[in-house]
């Protein structure tokens, strides 16, 4: 949903599995709203790429822009 809320996981560099706060912006991309504490490339405000996994966690795939 466009503009919620949402749970976003990646992995870390020592395999390390966090969740990051994002918002949704349609179409499987979304804005990430807090700092992670273990990945490393990706930042606040970064608009990522994710889908969701058979449980319906969301993963991330890929950076699609940089914050700046």
Known sequence: ???SKVKIALEGPDGDVETLWADALGGGLYALDNLPW???GVSVEDVVEATPE???ELWMRRVVRKSG
């Open 1 to 3: 949903m466009e503009g």
């Open 38 to 40: 273990y990945a490393y």
């Open 54 to 56: 058979p449980s319906g």
